[in-house]
């Protein structure tokens, strides 16, 4: 039988917990990426993993403690917003050098600079998160141990 197979065939709280652990745990290690190379791919996988959290706490919210599914969905949606202005600058150069606009172009220029503005407000929103130990309070919160995963 296959690992997700078994998964499936899983009680719904524990299936609920095992994917809602994983999903959470990506965040944690995309985040801990973006904050040593806040590049254009880690901040699309950073977003990407906050949107599979956020589902999976959205999805299985009947079956996780209710307050705790606000409160964390309310402090990812901050990464989250930090996260979408660099990468809708990165978007946008990519789209002007793609026709053509040269890489001195004063508006490039100007996009760069707000992405460098951009990207250091969310490395700061990421400290903020690292600093406040945010998984060991979220295990608390969802009721899981250390070890889940």
Do not use: N, Y
């Amino acid at each position: 039988m296959s690992p997700r197979l078994e998964a499936w065939l899983r009680p719904a709280p524990e299936f609920a917990r095992l994917e809602t652990a994983a999903r959470m745990a990506r965040f944690f290690a995309e985040l801990e990426r973006a904050t040593t190379q806040p590049d254009e791919e880690a901040v699309h996988d950073l977003r990407v993993s906050i949107r599979r959290f956020s589902q999976a706490l959205r999805i299985f919210a009947p079956l996780l403690p209710g307050k705790a599914v606000k409160r964390i969905r309310a402090r990812m949606k901050v990464v989250m917003d930090a996260a979408a202005v660099v990468r809708d600058l990165d978007v946008g150069m990519e789209s002007l050098a793609g026709l053509g606009v040269e890489a001195e172009d004063a508006l490039l220029q100007e996009m760069r600079a707000g992405r460098r503005r951009a990207e250091l407000f969310l490395l700061g929103q990421i400290c903020l998160l690292r600093a406040e130990d945010l998984e060991a309070d979220w295990r608390a919160r969802l009721g899981w141990s250390a070890e889940t995963a």
